[in-house]
């Protein structure tokens, strides 16, 4: 199983250039890929998941890049594929991009989109999504994009357990949320997903806090790959561990 980090957020105007610190940093320690989280209106601020994943390609060559989650209902699904594209020619084929159908109505507020209705709009508008990235047009209007982008990045469906079966369906993979779940309600949907034919698993947002023990973190990683998880991406929490001594944890 390989290692990923999620990326934290600038939390002081001085930082401008923390994003690219810890890109170049991760990469060079040897983690395999790098993540990015959104979230808007919940009293602290993120960096735009596209924005910091620019930023990173940027300052990185090798390790993966990805969104872990992009909440697909508060946008345009033609402005999104746009976006992607647009990462897309930064990133290469290093990019992959998480789709969730969003948890928190805060970010919805922000959007000023309907929070009650996400589901079914994530589940209309990621069918909409997939054809727009796969011929670059949407209900009569055509981005042009090179052919070379065409088809898009490999789209994973990011939840906490729930719709492994779509995930296995419809996705190239799914990304397991490790936050408010317990490592075998995590373990118990993997299952749930291999038997409906899943290709990819990630586990993501595995927080590491002030005081993680590394023998216990190495032995709920060892859980998650002898599971059959293909990767999980850690979160490095203010006072946690060194990342020299977790990317160790598996050799």
């Known amino acids: 199983m390989e290692l990923g980090v999620l990326l934290a957020p600038i939390n002081n105007p001085s930082q401008q250039k923390w994003i690219a610190e810890q890109a170049t940093r991760f990469e060079a320690l040897g983690f395999n890929s790098l993540w990015a989280a959104q979230a808007m209106g919940r009293g602290f601020m993120m960096t735009d998941p596209l924005l910091t994943l620019a930023t990173a390609a940027a300052v990185t060559r090798t390790i993966r890049l990805g969104t872990a989650v992009l909440q697909l209902p508060l946008y345009a699904t033609l402005e999104l594929a746009h976006r992607i594209f647009s990462l897309q020619q930064l990133c290469g084929p290093r990019l992959n991009i998480g789709l969730g159908a969003g948890s928190t109505a805060a970010d919805f507020r922000v959007a000023g ?22 011929t670059g047009q949407h209900q009569g209007s055509d981005l042009s994009p090179w052919p070379n ?87 490095f929490l203010p006072g946690g561990p060194k990342p020299e001594a977790v990317i160790q944890l598996l050799d």
């Open 113 to 134: 989109k309907v929070y009650e209705t996400r589901f079914s709009d994530f589940r209309n508008q990621h069918k909409a999504l997939k054809t727009a990235l796969e």
């Open 149 to 235: 982008l065409l088809g898009g990045p490999p789209l994973y469906l990011g939840s906490w357990g729930n719709g492994v079966e779509m995930a296995a369906r419809n996705f190239d993979g799914w990304i397991a949320s490790a936050h408010y779940r317990s490592t075998q309600e995590i373990i118990d949907a993997h299952a749930r997903y291999r038997a409906f034919g899943g290709n990819k698993a990630i586990v993501s947002t595995l927080q590491l806090p002030k005081g993680t023990d590394l023998g216990a973190l190495r032995a709920q990683l060892l859980a998650f790959s002898d599971a059959g998880f293909d990767e999980t991406a850690v979160m």
